[in-house]
Structure formats: C-alpha cells, structure tokens
C-alpha cells in the first residue's frame, strides 16, 4: 500500500494558504496511487503559533479550515492524516484527525508535551492519554505526534493496541546534524517494538525557527525505507507490504555539515521575508568576512535584485576594504553604494565636545562611528522598505564585541547563531562552485575599524579559543574550572565568561536571528541580567 508523506512549508496563522497546500498535496497522493497522506504537526495553522494559542479566534478558525478540507477531500478515497489544534471542555489538545473521504474516523491527543530548550508546549495544551488505531487495507495504524516517539510509551500503547505501523506528524526543528538522532531515536523507540514508521516533518523557516524536512521511512527492523528532501518541500511516496517486506523507494542523500547550515541559512532569510512580505534587503559592507558572509547568503536566498550593500567608510577605514566590497558587489552582481560617514561623525564630536573635553578618546568613539552606520541603514529601510539584515556571529554576540543601536541594528541576525571559525568554513564552502567572496576577505585579520591599526585580537582572544570557550560554557554548560581541565588557557576562561555574563543585556535587545545549534542565544538562552551568581 502506497502512503504518501506531505513535507509541507506552512506559514503560520494562514490558514488560506495551509488548506490550499495539503488539498493540493491530497489531491496529487490520491492520482498517484495513495490511500494514505501523512502531514506535519499543526500543519493546518504552522507550527509553533505559541500565544496565538491563547486566542479562542484561532480554534474557531482552524475549526473552520478544517471543514474547508473536508469539502474539498470529499470525493476522495484517500485517509488524510492532518495536524491541528483542538479544544474539547475548555481544554486544548496538540491533535491529530484522521479523515477519510472527508469524514472523520479518529482523533489522537499528543502524550508528551515537550518543555525544553524552543519548546513551550506545556503553556498551551494538556497531554492526551488514548492510542489511536485504524485500519487501511490489510494493516493497521497508529498514531503520534513529534515528541511522542522520542519516548517509549506511545509506541508500546500503539503496538499493544494493534498497530502494524506508527504514523508521526513532526515539526522537529533543525540543529545541526539533527537528522542522525532522529532516525537513532526512532530505532531505540518505535522500531524496537516491532514497528515500521512514517514520518512526516514540517519545512520552512517560522521565525528563528528553521525546519529541515527529511521526512523518512523506516521498515519494523529499523532500515531506512524512504528519505525526503533537506531545506525544501516534498511530496514522498513510501510503499508498504502486508507481509512487513518492503522495498525501499527515494533516499534522499544527506547533506555535509557545511550544506546543511548553509542551506538553513538561506532558507531562514528566504522565509522570514517573505512570509512577512519585505520587498529586499539591505546590509553594511565593511569589508570583512561577517558581512561578505551574510550578503552571498541573502542573495542566494532572495535574488541579486532584492538585495542592496551599503559601505559606509569612515577616517580608519582602509583601501582594501573599499576594494573587496566593490569586488564582491560586482560579482554578486548586487547593487553596491558608498555614503562615508566622516562628516556625521565630526558633527558628533562637535556637539559632544563640550562634555568631552580633557578626557581620552575610547570605545566612546568608536561605538559613535557604528551608531551613525545603524541610523544611516535604518534610515535606508525606512524609506524603501527593505529590512535590514545585521551581520554579527555568535562569538561576537557571546562576549558583547558589538554595538547596541550601532551594528546590532536591523531587523534580522542572519549569522547570529554562527560562530567565528564557522563563518569562514561556511565562506569557504560557499566559493567551492563559484568564488564570490574575495580570497582577501577570507585571510585577512578581521577587524572593526574603528581606530587605527585595529584588529578584532587586540580586544579578543583567538577567534580557535574563544569559540571553544563558548561551546563548552555557553552550549555544554560546563563550568569554567571544567573548561581550564579540558586544555583552555586559564585567562582566557575566566575573561570570556566574565564577557558572557555582562553581556546579557545586549543581546536581549539584539535582533530575532536564525538558530542552527542546540543552544542559541534567544529562546534557548534565558539567563538573567541582574544576577550576583559566579561559576
């Protein structure tokens, strides 16, 4: 029997659109041969829709979307598998219907209602206690919803009533190399009971959100049976024998660890504007690898016409920076403008000089330079629409080597969650088939220019030590003595830590920015700021 699995790229709350993609995705299953269509998790109003939750409209509008799929599926000999939310006696369910030619023929509540790192599940919904069962053709399934077969439970309960194959609505998102613990997950949980399983998983960016797809198939032993495509929308076709003998179908290759991020990056910013419907973007070139970075990741997202780059040079910055911003803007193809800032910043130090006088230049004047880059930009994105995208990486948000309302504003953090020594290894990767940043760009000292002669180490330690730092205190939550144990220089430890805990308050007020590992500053991260807590 042939069981079609809809990797779906849903918006959030547009239930127009929803409804549009999985009738469409009923009606090509059906012509191909399916008598089953899998969905995500609240494929019917994108996931996660967190405090729309708390609205009784949405409910009504999702009830009401779901009988727009029933008139529509109507005529179908086809069991449609469809995420949504339901309320039943003033309580919420995370829910699952089962529709076949239109009708309803079972509904499933989500047993484990995950409550960690994005997850907020328990806020909204209450945990549901019932397997669901059906039958089609000679075998019978059950179902279960994402975090449902991360656990053992649901899966005994299915097989104990009956079930011959687990079906799994998933909006699992991505972090890196995600797709390995799943199918391991799967194995440990669902195979092990003597189950097959078909998973459907969401696609898409939803905020700082990305959804990596590879919905799967995996027979009652644990082999793979089908794969679907990463970073896009896919209909999957897995074919399933009584007899528990199936053939695999289309595998679809994973990707190498550069691809993957790459391509959620540019999924991320593919997304975000367009669901949120910006003509184009807008970034600061300065001439290093940050932004370089972050202008072949919007292109290739949005399109050499929708992207605009703006260097805005100032007394300390240097002819090659000027140079390798025109030369990557030309070969991008993007257009490129200049606006020095020389003047803004001596009518700075004009009105500020009264306040100032006798006291030594510092960061004082530096943060000025990159306060009157942010306004220019913004005052950019004011006039012609166009979002501006922010370039710091993760190293630099860690220990706060960035300005507040200066080169942290903008409206999205592309490389937010991408440290240092990621940053070159993705630019490498990026010039494998065409080189469109500048060899200089990449080896070159980075450097803030905002004084003369400087480079990101005299402030910083090694860019190999300090995300080394980050990664164990930051993402492993280890503590400083720990880290010193593991190899790392003892005063580089406790400097880096000492700049990670000051910093909270900037990156609090930091653009919302694409998350790519375990523990991303932002929803991952809620440390306070008012804190007298040391390691």
Known sequence: ??????????????????????????????????????????SLTGYPPEDLLLRGAFYDRSAAALDEIRRQTRGLDLDLVLGLPIRRDGRAFNAAVVLR???????????????????DEQ????PGDEPLVFERDGLRFGVAICEDFWFGQVPRRARAAGADVLLVLNASPYHIDKQHQRLEVARDNVCSEGLAMVAANLVG????????????????????????????????????AADGRSTPSRIEPPLELEAQ?????????????????????????????????????AVDALGKDKVRAVMMPSPYTRDISLIDSRDMCSRLGVRYDEIPIASCARAFEETLAGEF?????????????????????????????SIVLTTGNKSEMAVGYCTLYGDMAGGFAVIKDIAKTMVYRLARYRNRAVEVIPDRIITRAPSAELKPDQVDQDSLPPYE?????????????????????????????????RLIRIS???????????????????????????SKFRD
């Open 504 to 530: 909270e308050y900037k990156r609090r007020q930091a653009p919302v920015g694409i998350r790519i590992t375990e523990r991303a500053f932002g929803r991952d991260w809620r440390y306070p700021i008012t």
């Open 205 to 240: 960016g939803q905020d700082e959100l990305v959804f990596d797809g590879l919905s799967f198939a995996l027979d009652a032993g644990g082999g793979l049976l089908a794969q679907g495509r990463s970073f896009a929308a896919d209909l999957l076709a897995v074919d399933l």
């Open 357 to 385: 006088a006798g006291l030594a230049a510092d960061t004082t004047e530096e943060n000025i330079q990159a306060r009157i880059r942010g306004t220019l930009l913004m005052a950019l994105s004011n006039k012609y629409g």
């Open 123 to 126: 806020r909204y919904f209450v």
């Open 261 to 297: 991020i790459y391509q959620a990056l540019v999924l991320g910013v593919r997304d975000y504007l367009g669901k949120n419907g910006f003509p184009g973007a807008l970034l600061g070139m300065s001439g290093g690898i940050d932004s370089a970075l972050t202008l072949a990741i």
């Open 1 to 42: 029997m042939r069981i079609a699995v809809a990797q779906l790229n849903q918006t959030v709350g547009d239930f127009q659109g929803n409804v549009q993609r999985i009738v469409e995705a009923a009606s090509r299953s059906f012509a191909d041969g399916a008598r089953i269509l899998l969905t995500p998790e609240l």
């Open 101 to 119: 030619a239109g009708d309803t023929i079972g509904e499933y509540h989500k047993h484990d209602l995950p409550n960690y790192a994005v997850f």
């Open 465 to 497: 030590v300090l995300d080394g730092i980050m990664q164990m205190y930051m993402e492993d939550n280890l503590s400083p003595a720990q880290i010193i144990a593991a190899g790392l220089p003892a005063d580089a430890v406790e400097r880096v830590v």
